[in-house]
């Protein structure tokens, strides 16, 4: 059975830094393109960032651009998003999610596998 997994949430005061982690277990991301997304109460699901299956190409959404990187250890069968300088809009749940030998995007529909989710809460 094909899973995701994410660990590394919780509650951080702003500025502060988190690492979530998206581990794959049933299958190996090698082949995997994939996707973080957050969806925090009341708004939509948004794409933050997203990373190939080569750990070649990446790319993230402006609100999180020089505070978040992603990056992928394939021997490791797992995908990193490292948060820092944390503001309380980061709150959300974050989601990992994966398609094999296709694009790494920002846009939902674009993946197949997804993990049940990871909560940040950035409050002081």
């Known amino acids: 059975q094909l899973q995701l997994v994410e660990s590394g949430g919780g509650l951080v005061q702003p500025g502060g830094s988190l690492r979530l982690s998206c581990t794959a277990s049933?299958?190996?991301?090698?082949?995997?393109?994939i996707g973080w997304f957050r969806q925090a109460p009341g708004k939509e699901r948004e794409g933050v960032s997203c990373?190939?299956?080569?750990?070649?190409?990446?790319k993230y959404v402006d609100s999180v651009k020089g505070r978040f990187t992603i990056s992928r250890d394939n021997a490791k069968n797992t995908v990193y998003l490292q948060m820092t300088s944390l503001k309380a809009e980061d709150t959300a749940v974050y989601y990992c999610?994966?398609?094999?030998?296709?694009?790494?995007?920002?846009?939902?529909?674009?993946?197949?596998?997804w993990g049940q989710g990871t909560q940040v809460t950035v409050s002081s």
């Open positions: 999610a994966a398609v094999y030998l296709s694009l790494a995007t920002l846009i939902d529909q674009d993946y197949d596998y």
């Open positions: 049933g299958f190996s991301l090698d082949d995997y393109a």
């Open positions: 990373i190939n299956s080569r750990g070649m190409f990446a």
